[in-house]
């Protein structure tokens, strides 16, 4: 079935008059073929995977989406829905075989309409998350959901991995932001279901099937985002303490004395905070000695003034008589507040810029995580001799970004020839503990043989009788989130 597929892509993608066809939906703003044009949206973040296409379609209107779907149906071409190419897991990067046409949602950028009295936003796909944020600000608003990749990541990504980020411990993730969503499904029909209905029990649940999906099931034009005040005051901390138990025994601590005020707790080992000061210009330690681990604390209060310093300085001052905290600082101005999170949100930079790594993304039940990591990182660093062990993150959500450093001088096919050994070695150990494999970066191409072979039958049939009820023809971002049913062996 799948080579009849890509046998059917390949004849139509080659034909000039589907190409033609395509062109003349969008117009010459929403089509290109040119390679230098396409290039910079063929590769993943991290340099990863290198993909083709026959051509990249930039709709401009939700029409013009359901008008390339229904063609691509028409032709069995497959679509791989793109939106600001953030993905850590090769999710929005296509096949190098250049069946597939690339898909952006980038032209479709507006925000419908920012209500502050409702809390709700009605976003298109190609909205990215940072004017999102500068939008709901100007009106008094927030939309809580923030992470690194804020100046290029779209909503239509983020719905579509249901993102998570550094704001989850108060927030949650995208899953529970969002109020409504407008999708074109893989036969070109339209579901409009923007409205914010607080209930709505009409069966299945298509909003949530879509949040997450990674494209596979359609494609997100628009979604309805809930907003919350803006905060009024906020307070960011640097702490140094001696190991992830601390840093969960801190949270625990500060989540009983200022109930409703912490937003984020982020573990920064002394490895990442080192490749940040390495690599990211402008960056400096926030504490004066070095410390095995960090935390960067925020805290916000909805009034001012407000007692939420005095009393975060009293608790950090207690954690440190208690000698669960070595040392801390609170930012003194914005300026600080912002230069502690730079440091936070460039770790994935610095790494990238300090070399190849195996990455991970793994969650365990919370209370866990802690022995989790101190158990698992040194016996991958002695199973794989010159490796190193980066763990990082949202460590209370339980999840954390595990990566492994490839020893200094490793061969340039050492992505290639170690990772899957190492992956393994670090799912094993992540599902023997009943964690998951992708705690908020999906699944993507990079994962899907590891969610293949980690996966009960029961998760893997559901997922495919889903994929395969929705996407018959299988054109819906191919090859991504959920493996192929093997062929059964002749007997
Ligand atoms: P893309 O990368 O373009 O696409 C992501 C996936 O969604 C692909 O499968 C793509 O096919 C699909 N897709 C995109 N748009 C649509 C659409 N409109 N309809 C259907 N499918 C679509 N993730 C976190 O969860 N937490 C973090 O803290 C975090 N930090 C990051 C920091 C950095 C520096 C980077 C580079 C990435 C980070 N990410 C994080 C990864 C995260 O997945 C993305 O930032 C974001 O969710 C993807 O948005 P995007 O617009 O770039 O999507
Ligand atoms: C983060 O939390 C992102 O910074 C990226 O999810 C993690 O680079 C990574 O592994
Ligand atoms: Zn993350």
Redesign the pocket.
């Known amino acids: 079935m799948a080579s009849l597929i890509s046998a059917a892509v390949h004849m139509a993608t080659s034909s000039r008059l589907f190409l033609e066809q395509l062109a003349a939906l969008v117009g010459p703003r929403g089509f290109t073929t040119d390679a230098d044009a396409m290039a910079p949206w063929l590769t993943d ?1 991290r340099g990863r995977y290198h993909g083709a296409a026959a051509a990249l379609v930039s709709p401009a209107n939700t029409e013009e989406v359901a008008a390339v779907v229904r063609l691509c149906a028409d032709h069995n071409v497959a679509i ?9 897991v090769g ?2 990067t296509p096949s190098p075989d250049g069946g597939a046409i690339l898909l952006s ?1 980038r032209r479709m950028n507006r925000i419908r309409s920012l209500l502050p009295d409702s809390n709700l936003a009605v976003c298109e ?2 909205v990215i998350l940072a004017n999102l944020h500068d939008a709901a600000a100007e009106k008094g608003r927030r939309f809580p959901l923030t ?3 804020k100046g ?3 909503i ?11 704001q989850v411990l108060r927030f949650g ?1 995208m899953r529970g932001l969002v109020a409504g969503i407008e ?1 074109v499904l893989p036969d070109g029909s339209i579901h409009s279901a923007l409205a914010p209905l607080k209930k709505d029990n009409r069966g299945y649940d298509l909003k949530s099937l879509l949040i997450g ?3 596979t099931l ?4 628009a979604a309805t985002l809930t907003l919350v005040p803006a905060f009024a005051e906020r307070r960011v901390a640097w702490v140094g303490l001696n190991d992830p138990e601390a840093a969960l025994t801190l949270l625990r601590r500060l989540e009983a004395a200022l109930p409703d005020a912490v937003e984020s707790l982020e573990l920064i080992p002394a490895h990442a905070l080192d490749l940040v000061l390495a690599h990211i210009p402008g960056t400096r330690a926030p504490l004066d000695a070095p410390h095995p681990w960090h935390v960067l604390i925020e805290a916000t209060a909805p009034e001012s003034p407000s007692t939420l310093g005095d009393r975060l300085t009293a608790e950090l001052e207690s954690a440190i008589e208690a000698d669960i905290v070595k040392d801390a600082t609170i930012a003194a101005s914005l300026a600080q507040d912002d230069a502690f999170w730079r440091i936070r ?1 460039s770790i ?2 610095a790494e990238r810029a300090g070399g190849v790594a195996a990455k991970h993304d793994i969650s365990v039940p919370v209370s866990y995580m802690p022995r989790f990591m101190m158990e698992t990182a040194p016996a991958v660093e002695r199973a794989f001799a010159g490796t190193g062990v980066i763990a990082f ?2 460590l209370g959500d339980g999840n954390v970004h595990f990566n492994v450093m490839a020893p200094a001088g490793a061969p340039p096919d050492w992505l290639a020839s170690e990772a899957p050994a190492i992956s393994a070695f670090v799912h094993d150990a992540v599902t023997a503990a009943g964690g998951s494999i992708s705690a ?3 699944i ?1 191409q990079m994962k899907i043989d590891e969610l293949e072979r980690l996966s009960s039958p029961a998760r893997l049939n559901a997922l495919r009788a889903i994929k395969t009820a929705l996407d018959p023809k299988g054109i819906m ?1 191919p090859g ?2 959920v493996p192929l049913a093997k062929k059964p062996r002749p007997s």
């Open positions: 973040w791989v829905p793109q939106g600001g190419n953030t993905s850590m999710g929005a949602l796909a190609g992470l690194g990749a290029s990541a779209t239509g990504g983020l719905v579509s991995t249901n993102a998570g980020g550094t993730t999708a999906a990674e494209g359609g494609i997100v034009t949100d994935s930079e993150g949202h908020e970066h999906g993507g971002n991504k989130l």
